[in-house]
Structures are given as C-alpha cells and as structure tokens.
C-alpha cells in the first residue's frame, strides 16, 4: 500500500512510526512533519531519530509548516516532554533531512503518481491542508485519509477539542471539506476511541519483555520507557491505567480494519466559536446538511490492537 505519513513525533506518533516500518505491506513513499506536540525543527529531529532506531535511514522525512494555518501555536510538551520524546535520549541524528518542504512533496507526490496514495495523519492537520489549498486536484490521487483527531465526546485540550484539531482547527476543516468535495474516503480516529487503546502495565510489560533475558530489542525497549514518561498528568486526571496510544490506532487500522467500528456520518472541525473551536461537529441523522463525509471510527479491540502492536515490534530482535 503506497503511504505517506503525516506526524508531529511525539511519542505516540513515534510507536505509530516504528509500527508502520515494521509493516512490510505498507509502502512508506516518504513521511512529512509538522508543528504540533512540539516544534517543528524538534518534531523533524524526532522523525530522524526514529528512523534510525527502526534502522529505516533510507526513508525521506521531509520537513513541514511551522506554524498553524490562522491560529497562534500550541504545544504539548506537557504530555510528551520537552524533547517530544518523553525526556529519552538519542544519539544525535545523522540521517539527513530532504531540502523539498513537505507542502511540496504532499503536492508533487499526488499529482499523478502510478498508484492512488493512502495518507495517514498523526498530527495538526496544517501540511495536508496546504497542499489542498495550493492544487485542490490532488485530492482525487487520494486512496483515503486516515487520520488520528477530533473529540465526539470530551476533548483533552478543552472540553470541545482534541489537540490535533485544537492546534489547527482551520486545516482540520479544510482537509475534511475539501475530501468531500472530491469523494475522497476519510476515516477520523477520534479521541473517543483512542482512550480505549491504553498502555496498561501489562500491555507495557508484554513490550519490555521483547527485550529481555536473551532477547535483545532495543526499539520494544525504547518504546517501553518512552511510555513509561508519556502523559503521566492525562492518565492522573482521567483515571487511566497507563497512556492512550492514539496514534499507532491510525497505522492499526490500515492494517487490520476489523480491530476497528466505523459508522457513516456527515462531518466537519467547528472554527469561529471561542468555546469549541476545534470541536469535530459529528452529524448522524443529516440534519445540519454538514460538507464533510467521514469513517468515524466509534469501537476499537483494544487487546487485538496490543496484540498487533506488539508482535510486529517484536521483529526489531
Ligand atoms: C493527539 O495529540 C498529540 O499529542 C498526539 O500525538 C496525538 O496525535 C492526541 O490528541
Ligand atoms: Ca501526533
């Protein structure tokens, strides 16, 4: 399956990396960055040194926005750390960055390539929706988005907005309404059902354990203690057992569907209003005669989920 990803890593962006480098079915053409959990020259450094932990060095990271479309930046090192990366430490990265900005490769990519592209979005939807704005025909090369935001229920941002939304709600609207327009397929992993995919101890444990006694995996490793620093204060408030592995749902989900519940529904990101702005505005019964048309996932198997997670981690012994 050709693939780009679109990321801001970010812990959980960075498992959803490794996930889909282990994934020998996904065809990953190229993976652009973005502004979001923290800037984008940390988010690309990240990006490279993930790489370099899955071995992948050939792969192409190509640099985006760094900034939102209209709204002032945010950012949640709070949740991933300063370094985005839960304070885990890395060899200075040596795999180059590519000069093209990711805008441009998003762009020249779909303008007729061999294969309809599948997009996968981790983070603020900014990148994607800049290249939809500078060649709107690029939609129809889409095979499908597949993206990780939005909040149905509370958001953990405000209490309308999930953060990728949040970050850029103007991007998020333009990604969805322009997606309609050309019939493209979007599935919306929304909060609601990444707080289902929790890192148990258990589920963390069944990680470490990849990399011990005999066996040596320094990514299982890796991602275990970066989940051990991963949104300790979300998981006080909210009564979790560990963090939501938001992310990597995106990858799961291209590569088992059945983990997931889907549900048809008309869609779109609410922008003017200063209490929800960011809201994903979901409706189920056409209503409101909404532009946007989404997959709105709505269940997930969370254990089948781990259980992909973690045997596809297991070939980086
Ligand atoms: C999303 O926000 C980021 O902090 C995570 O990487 C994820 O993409 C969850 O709301
Ligand atoms: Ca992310």
Known sequence: MPLIIDCDPGIDDAVALLLAMASPQLDLLGIT???GNV???TTSTNARSICELGQRTALKIFP????PMVREPIIAAHVHG???LGGVRFPPAQMPLQQKHGVDFLRDSLRSPSAPITLATLGPLTNVAMALIQAPEIAQ??????MMGGAVGAG???GAAEFNFYADPHAAQVVLHSAAEYDVPVVVIPLDVTHRAIATPARRQALRNLSSGSLSNPVAKTVATMLDNYGLREQRDMGFAGPPLHDPCVIAYLLQPALFETETVSATVEIASPWTQGRLVVDR???LDLPGRIELATGIDADGFYKLLTEA???FG
Do not use: D, K, Q, Y
Not at 64 to 67: A, F, I, K
Not at 141 to 146: S, Y
């Open 82 to 84: 300063e370094n985005g």
């Open 156 to 158: 953990n941002v405000t």
């Open 33 to 35: 960055t973005v502004a």
């Open 313 to 315: 981690l297991g070939c």
């Open 285 to 287: 019964n056409g209503e």
């Open 39 to 41: 800037s984008i020259e």
């Open 64 to 67: 985006g926005c760094p900034r």
């Open 141 to 146: 090369h889409l095979e499908r988005i597949v």
